[in-house]
C-alpha cells in the first residue's frame, strides 16, 4: 500500500525508496549532485532579477524561489526515477505546485495546536520509515541529496504536508468505520496479495557515463566486463561479496550497504536482472549479468512466497496494520471529494491573488480540466 502524499514532498519521498529498491534499474541517475545544476541555475537567475511575488493572500505571499525550490525538488525526484518532465508539461506541473502551496499556507493558518502535533508525529513516522530502509542516516541524506533535498528541508515540506491535511481531516469531519474498511477489503482482493518478493545484494560495473547517461567507450566496457569476471572469479573463491561490493560496486544506492537490495517483486527490475535474480537459490551466486546500464554480479539472500495479506497483518518495517492504511486511504479519498470546495472557499475569503501572468493562465486551464473531470470515477489505491 503507498503512501498518500502530495506536491513536491510526495515525489521526494516517493522517488527515495523507488530509487532505493530499484537501483539496479537507474543507478546513473542516483549520482550524487544530480540536482545542483538546476538549483544553481535558480538561484542565478534570482540574484539577477530578484524574489518576485507569485501569489499572494491575507497573511500569506508566496516567492518565485519557492516554486523554484520545489520544481527543483520534483525534477530531481523524476530523474532519480529515470524519468523525465517533457518541457511541454512544465507549466502545468508548476501550476498544480504553485497551486499546492497556497492550499498549504491556507490550511496551516487554520491549524490548531493539535493539528500541528498529530501533522508533525505523522511526518516523522513517514521519514522514518524512509530512513529504515537505509543502513546509515548518512546513505539516507546522500540519497536525499541526489533530489535537491536536505533532512531538514525533508522534514519541514513533510511536516506542513501532514498538518494541512490534519486540518482538512478536522474541518471536513471526515471519518471511516470499520464496516467500511471491510467493504473496501473484501471488494478489491487483489490490492492485498503481496508476491513472491526476494532479497538480494549485487555489484555493479557502469557501462554508461553517471553524468552524462552516454555509453561509455568499446574499450571502456570490455574493461567492465573483465573486472566483474574478476570479481566473480573472488566471489567463487570465497572472497567476502559484501566487502567486495563496498568496494568496486558503482551502484551509489547499495555499495554502502555491501550491495544489498530491499526486498522486491518481479516487475521492479530490468529483465536481465529480474530473470537472473529469481532464478536463483539461496546464497547463490549468478554469473555475470548484462543490462542496459552495465554488469552486475547478484547473490540471492533469500525468498518470501506470495501471500494474501490479512487486515491485521503490519506493512513491512512499520507498526502500520493494513487495516490503518485502508483507513487511511478511504479517509484520503473522502477528503478528495469534499476539499475542492473548502479550499475554494479558503481561497476567496483571503482575497488569492496569482500575480505571475503564466502561471495565472496555467492554473486556470487546470482549473478548467478539473471542472471538466469532476464526474469521473476515482482511481483505486495500488498495492
Known amino acids: 500500500m503507498k503512501l498518500i502524499l502530495t506536491a513536491g514532498c510526495a515525489a521526494t519521498l516517493l522517488a527515495l525508496p523507488c530509487a532505493r529498491s530499484a537501483s539496479a534499474n537507474a543507478p546513473a541517475t542516483n549520482a550524487p549532485g544530480t540536482a545542483a545544476p538546476t538549483a544553481?541555475?535558480?538561484?542565478?537567475?534570482?540574484?539577477?532579477?530578484?524574489?518576485?511575488?507569485?501569489?499572494?493572500?491575507?497573511?500569506?505571499?508566496?516567492?518565485?524561489?519557492?516554486?523554484?525550490d520545489l520544481m527543483t525538488n520534483v525534477k530531481a525526484a523524476t530523474a532519480a526515477r529515470g524519468q523525465t518532465i517533457p518541457p511541454g508539461q512544465l507549466p502545468q506541473?508548476?501550476?498544480q505546485l504553485l497551486n499546492r502551496l497556497i492550499q498549504i499556507q491556507l490550511l496551516l493558518q487554520q491549524a490548531t495546536a493539535a493539528d500541528k502535533s498529530n501533522g508533525v508525529q505523522k511526518?516523522?513516522?513517514?521519514?522514518?520509515?524512509?530512513?529504515?530502509?537505509?543502513?546509515?542516516?548518512?546513505?539516507?541524506?546522500?540519497q536525499l541529496k541526489a533530489t535537491g533535498m536536505t533532512l531538514d528541508d525533508l522534514r519541514a515540506k513533510a511536516g506542513q504536508e501532514t498538518i494541512a491535511q490534519s486540518v482538512l481531516a478536522r474541518e471536513l469531519n471526515v471519518a471511516v468505520t470499520e464496516a467500511e474498511v471491510k467493504q473496501f477489503y473484501n471488494d478489491n482482493p487483489a490490492d492485498f496479495e503481496r508476491p513472491e518478493m526476494i532479497h538480494a545484494c549485487h555489484i555493479l560495473l557502469m557501462t554508461i557515463d553517471p553524468v552524462t547517461r552516454g555509453?561509455?567507450?568499446v574499450d571502456q566496457q570490455k574493461a567492465k566486463q573483465k573486472q566483474a569476471e574478476d570479481l566473480l572469479k573472488r566471489i567463487r573463491g570465497g572472497a567476502d561479496f559484501a566487502a567486495l561490493a563496498r568496494q568496486y560496486s558503482e551502484d551509489p544506492g547499495s555499495k554502502d550497504n555491501g550491495g544489498e537490495l530491499p526486498e522486491f517483486p518481479r516487475g521492479q527490475m530490468v529483465p536481465e536482472f529480474e530473470a537472473a535474480a529469481f532464478s536463483l537459490t539461496n546464497n547463490q551466486v549468478s554469473d555475470v549479468v548484462?543490462?542496459?546500464?552495465?554488469?552486475?554480479?547478484?547473490?540471492?539472500?533469500?525468498?518470501?512466497?506470495?501471500?494474501?495479506m490479512v487486515l491485521t497483518d503490519k506493512i513491512p518495517s512499520t507498526d502500520v496494520t493494513i487495516a490503518d492504511r485502508v483507513k487511511e486511504i478511504l479517509t484520503q479519498q473522502k477528503i478528495e471529494k469534499q476539499a475542492p470546495a473548502f479550499l475554494e472557499k479558503l481561497k476567496v475569503g483571503a482575497d488569492v491573488q496569482i500575480l505571475d501572468a503564466d502561471l495565472k493562465a496555467a492554473m486556470a486551464a487546470m482549473a478548467a480540466a478539473l471542472a471538466a473531470n469532476t464526474n469521473a470515477p476515482m482511481a483505486r489505491p495500488g498495492k
Open 40 to 68: 544553481k541555475s535558480a538561484d542565478a537567475m534570482t540574484a539577477l532579477f530578484g524574489d518576485s511575488v507569485v501569489a499572494k493572500g491575507k497573511g500569506f505571499e508566496i516567492k518565485r524561489s519557492e516554486l523554484d
Open 123 to 142: 511526518a516523522n513516522a513517514q521519514i522514518n520509515v524512509l530512513m529504515e530502509r537505509y543502513k546509515s542516516q548518512e546513505a539516507f541524506e546522500r
Open 215 to 217: 555509453l561509455l567507450s
Open 290 to 308: 548484462t543490462s542496459a546500464y552495465g554488469y552486475h554480479v547478484i547473490k540471492l539472500l533469500g525468498r518470501t512466497p506470495a501471500k494474501k
Open 93 to 95: 506541473y508548476e501550476g
